[in-house]
């Protein structure tokens, strides 16, 4: 049952993506060798059919069990050619490429009753829109290794207008699907592909290990609700790079868990690299930080971003009972045009799970860079407001010059350091030089490592 297929290991992959490295910079320069799959097969030898119309649940899952006898040998392809592959939600297997070739959609049925319904996410403690159960995301790995999702640009069409529908209208049984979902995974590479209406989510991996995405185009309707691009949540060693994301809501998200549901997980999301992504969020932000964050964020570099047409370039946001931190943030070269407010660290944002939470579990936000900003046709410069009793600190601003055309900064419980900004900015970011620099240096990684980056 092996076929050739032109341009399928192009972007092969290896058993061990990522090696350590001290910086998470490497996180994303890591070198790919090309090895193939030694078996492949195409989903019409399970019987699909790619007329938009035929559903092929069936197909996809029979052919996953098929390969997975593979996962011993090498591994294995399920290739999907041109076509609209119609399906419910699906399990993938260890060592396992699935392929979409030029044309090839695999297309979400709009029926729930082909997604499947699981349990909340144990870090969550429920779903997120709804108290209980959730449905299971469209292509689903959970506990594998060794995963690639790519193509020569095929397509996930998620069809989420019903699922917006719903949500807006209260009529949703359960929280939303999202399309591509791994859970407790690691060593996983997506890539080389477009993602279409996602009823929520595009790319969630969460408790996950060396992920790398790369090269995917992700667009929704402006008017969708909540739609999210990538969020890495309670995950390490992550790379996100060279693409583009245009959603309703942020397009990446960085969290790790709600509450105390979070808090009691314990697991942060930690090493990530984010670079040269092009983003557009009319009514959320170009990157985030939270609100769910109460296993903690830490240790991201973020560089080389386009934030256009947005309502926030930039985000941090907390509030009293999440506990967790986000803290050892470097952002640097952002452009940004068209942008309500430029950056915002609120520690008063996003509702709780239940009304189980610690009143008294603060957040902590600290060791946050950003250097070398511009902007044209921004609102407000920035909104900094922490919480009284947890105040956000060494907040370090470098070489950022916007053009705003209203008030300028808001600020209040925060503290940190300012140079050559413009507009000038609050006095509370101007009263702590000592809380920016060691030895004439701007934090920027670990203090532990002392990894500063230079002025």
Known sequence: MKMPVALVWLLAFTNLLFIKVESNNAVCKKTFKLDPRPHSVSILEFGAVGDGKSLNTIAFQNAIFYLKSFADKGGAQLYVPPGK?????FNLTSHLTLFLEKGATILASPDPSHWDIVSPLPSYGRGIELPGKRYRSLINGDNLQDVVITGDNGTFDG??????????SGTLNYSRPHIIEFVSSKNILISNLTFLNAPSVNIHPVYCSHVHIKKVLIETSVDSPYVLGVVP????????????????HDTVSLKSGWDQYGINYGRPTTTVHIRNLVLKSPTGAGISFGSEMSG???DVTVEHLTIHSSRVGVAFRTTRG?????????ISGVVLSGVDTAIVADGHTGAHAD??????ALPVVTRIVLRNFTGDGIGLAGNFTGIEESPFTS???KDIHLQTSSESWVCSNVSGYAEDVSPEPCEELMSSPSA??????????ETARESYYSW
């Open 85 to 89: 592959w119609l399906t419910g939600s």
């Open 159 to 168: 069809q989420g207008a019903a699922w917006w529908e719903w949500l807006e």
């Open 233 to 248: 949540d309670s995950s390490d060693n992550v790379c996100i790079e060279d693409s583009t994301i245009n959603v309703g």
């Open 296 to 298: 903690g964020i830490s």
């Open 322 to 330: 999440r506990g967790g931190y986000i803290r050892n943030i470097t």
């Open 355 to 360: 009304d189980k939470y610690d009143r008294d």
């Open 395 to 397: 907040i370090c601003l």
């Open 436 to 445: 920016c620099f060691a030895g004439g240096r701007i934090y920027g990684g």
